[in-house]
């Protein structure tokens, strides 16, 4: 493992007397300034410590960014890719690992640096491989899992390495189909979806102990795709319909689901809105996709006003613009945003 520690300086941009959120921008020392190159974070904890990967000579690497601005990068296997994906208020990082050729893998960081790859029973799967999304800070792993018969698998990690394996209501069992868990809350309730190719795709919750199973689907959606949930039960993601544009999803199981569209959302096949986190007060944050297929973050507040997040720099042309990654419980906002050029770049948003 090669491991160095650097510190430098952001960029920060704040205007006026009317306290308007603080934008940070910052990128990982050496992080190649080209065409899919750069900086992406994709997961932040409660102190505000980020984590996500950096490109450098074509190779990808983790690392994370404390909440003072300091750098600890890292690689999980020499010139393989590490694509770092949630990390705890401990500073333990969970991802995945993959070479050119070889099967994703998970990994689990500790904040030692120790490194144990996660391999579920029955994993093997050639194309998904185990990913694992999100860990929660007594260090328990949640994601999902492709065995060798192409079957998707969801699976919780306990911190002594044992896992419980998982399979929604309703789940497929031919390659491609099965279950995606997409994210777990504090509580270590999964949240996720699950795909038939003949009965179609429909959300689901799973307790920590398994006891309590809910499936369910935005009325009248041909495909729904929950993407995070709080302690509340605060569930949001993404519905479709027989159109495929995509439409932000609000609710709970037991309360019902409300639709949104961000204004920005296109009305094409792919584009439109969804939903990415939300945090214990009910704030979301998401991204919509215009009809150029551009990216364009927001943050929906429970009363249900919506709030554009475009960093200025962020391409207008397909698949660049902003993403939004995370928003913490204080409000603060994470993500990044591809420039003109196609170079990712990291930022914070200071809290309303």
Same mark, same amino acid.
């Given at each position: #493992? ?28 050496? %992080?190649?300034?080209?065409?899919? &190159? ?12 980020? !984590? ?54 998970? *990994? ?5 640096? %120790? ?34 018969? &192409? ?22 069992? /031919? ?8 994210? #777990? ?18 959300? *689901? ?10 499936? *369910? ?39 019902? *689901? ?62 660049? &613009? ?15 945003? !591809? ?12 809290? /309303?």
């Amino acid at each position: #493992m090669r491991l160095s520690l650097l510190c430098v300086g952001v960029l920060a941009v704040a205007t006026s007397t009317e306290a308007k959120p603080v934008i940070t921008i910052f990128d990982v020392p050496h %992080a190649t300034q080209v065409f899919q &190159g750069g900086t992406a974070p994709i997961g932040m904890n409660q102190n505000g410590d980020v !984590t996500g990967y950096y490109t450098t000579k074509s190779v990808r690497h983790g690392f994370i960014r404390t909440a003072d601005g300091q750098y600890l990068t890292f690689v999980v296997r020499h010139r393989a890719h590490t694509f770092p994906l949630a990390i705890n208020d401990a500073r333990a990082v969970t991802g995945v690992v993959r070479t050119e050729r070889g099967v994703p893998r998970g *990994f689990l960081r500790t904040p030692d640096g %120790a490194v144990t790859l996660l391999d579920p029973p029955g994993s093997g799967g050639s194309s998904y491989g185990t990913e694992p999304l999100v860990i929660d800070d007594a260090g328990n792993i949640g994601g999902y899992y492709e065995d060798v018969a &192409g079957v998707l698998h969801g699976f919780l990690r306990a911190p002594d390495g044992t896992y419980a394996v998982y399979d929604a209501p309703g789940a497929g069992r /031919d390659p491609g189909e099965g279950t995606f868990v997409t994210n #777990m809350t504090a509580k270590d309730h999964l949240v996720g979806y699950s795909f038939d190719t003949q009965a179609g795709q429909f959300g *689901f919750t799973r307790s920590a102990s398994g006891r309590r199973q809910v499936q *369910f689907a935005y009325p009248g959606a041909t495909a729904t795709s929950p993407q995070a949930m709080n302690d509340g039960g605060v569930i949001t993601g993404y519905y479709t319909n027989a159109d495929e544009v995509w439409h932000g999803l609000v609710g709970t199981t037991g309360g019902g *689901f409300a639709s949104f569209d961000a204004p920005s959302g296109g009305t094409l096949a792919g584009a439109g809105t969804t939903g990415y986190a939300v945090n214990k007060s009910g704030l979301i944050g998401g991204f919509a996709i215009d009809d150029n297929f551009a990216y364009h973050g927001f943050l929906r507040k429970a009363s249900g006003e919506i709030v554009p997040i475009d960093i200025e720099g962020a391409g207008t042309d397909a698949n660049k &613009g902003t993403i939004v990654e995370a928003v913490s419980d204080a409000g603060v906002v994470m993500g990044y945003f !591809t420039d003109a050029n196609g170079v990712n770049h990291g930022f914070l948003r200071s809290r /309303d």
